[in-house]
C-alpha cells in the first residue's frame, strides 16, 4: 500500500484566516516532504521533514509553518495568507530521505 | 547543479497511436535516480518508475516503456497504443543521491493529450 492522504481536498480561506492542511501516511515513511505546486508549473520543495524533525525549509515565508506531530502525520498551518499563495498543495512520503517519493492527491487551496 | 529539461510542453495524438515523451538530464554526480511521474486533472503525482544511474537496461511494463541513455543523458518514456486515461502530465525527474539530503529536481512537464 503506498497510499498518502491529505485533508482537505479543497479549501477557500480569507487573507486573515488561520488553517491547517493535514497528511497522513502509514507506510513506515520516515521522511515526509511539502510541495506546492501552481498552475502548470513542476511541484516546488517547501519543506522536508526525516524522523520527525525539520530538515529543510527551502526559504518559505513564516505565514507557513509545517509541524510533524508523529512520525505518521505531518501538517502545514497556514495564517495571514496572501492571494499568491492560492495553489495545489501536495504531500509526500518516502521510506528514508532521498528514496522514492509517494505522492498524496493534495489540497486545492484558494485565498480570497 | 542539475537540471532537468523536458523540451516537448504539450503533445497531442489520437488515441492508438505510440507516443515518447522526452527527457535530458544534467548532473555532476556518477550515483543518481531518475524517475517519471504521471499528474492526471485529479492532481495527484501518481509514481511509474525509478531507475539508478548503474542501470542501463530498458524496462517495459505493460504499455509503458523506458528507454535510458547514460550516452546522451536520456531517459524517454513510450506509451504504446495509447488511450484516453494516458492523457495527463508527466514529469522526468532527477534525484542526485539516493540516500542524503538531495531533493528530487523536476523537469517542467509535458502535457499529454490522447484525443479519441
Known amino acids: 500500500d503506498t497510499e498518502v492522504t491529505q485533508t482537505p481536498k479543497h479549501l477557500v480561506m480569507g487573507m486573515t484566516n488561520k488553517k491547517s492542511l493535514k497528511c497522513e501516511q502509514h507506510?513506515?515513511?520516515?521522511?515526509m516532504y511539502w510541495y506546492k505546486q501552481k498552475a502548470k508549473k513542476p511541484p516546488e520543495l517547501m519543506f522536508v521533514?526525516?524522523?520527525?524533525?525539520?530538515?529543510i525549509n527551502e526559504s518559505v515565508p513564516s505565514r507557513f509553518s509545517p509541524e510533524c506531530p508523529n512520525s505518521s502525520l505531518l501538517n502545514l498551518h497556514l495564517h495571514a495568507l496572501q492571494p499568491e499563495d492560492s495553489a495545489l498543495y501536495l504531500c509526500?512520503?518516502?521510506?528514508?530521505?532521498?528514496?522514492?517519493?509517494?505522492f498524496g492527491p493534495g489540497t486545492r487551496l484558494l485565498v480570497l | 547543479a542539475q537540471k532537468v529539461t523536458q523540451a516537448q510542453t504539450e503533445i497531442s495524438v489520437v488515441e492508438k497511436e505510440d507516443v515518447t515523451l522526452d527527457c535530458v538530464y544534467e548532473?555532476?554526480?556518477?550515483?543518481?535516480?531518475l524517475f517519471w511521474y504521471k499528474q492526471p486533472p485529479s492532481g495527484e503525482l501518481v509514481f511509474l518508475i525509478r531507475r539508478n544511474s548503474f542501470d542501463e537496461q530498458n524496462e517495459i511494463s505493460g504499455r509503458y516503456s523506458w528507454n535510458f541513455q547514460k550516452s546522451t543523458s536520456s531517459f524517454n518514456f513510450t506509451i504504446t497504443a495509447s488511450q484516453v486515461v494516458d492523457s495527463a502530465v508527466y514529469f522526468c525527474?532527477?534525484?542526485?543521491?539516493?540516500?542524503?539530503?538531495?531533493?528530487?529536481?523536476f523537469g517542467k512537464g509535458t502535457r499529454l493529450h490522447i484525443l479519441p
Open positions: 525527474a532527477l534525484s542526485e543521491t539516493p540516500v542524503g539530503d538531495d531533493k528530487i529536481i
Open positions: 507506510m513506515g515513511h520516515r521522511a
Open positions: 521533514y526525516s524522523y520527525e524533525k525539520l530538515s
Open positions: 509526500a512520503s518516502s521510506q528514508v530521505m532521498g528514496e522514492t517519493q509517494y
Open positions: 548532473t555532476r554526480d556518477t550515483t543518481y535516480y
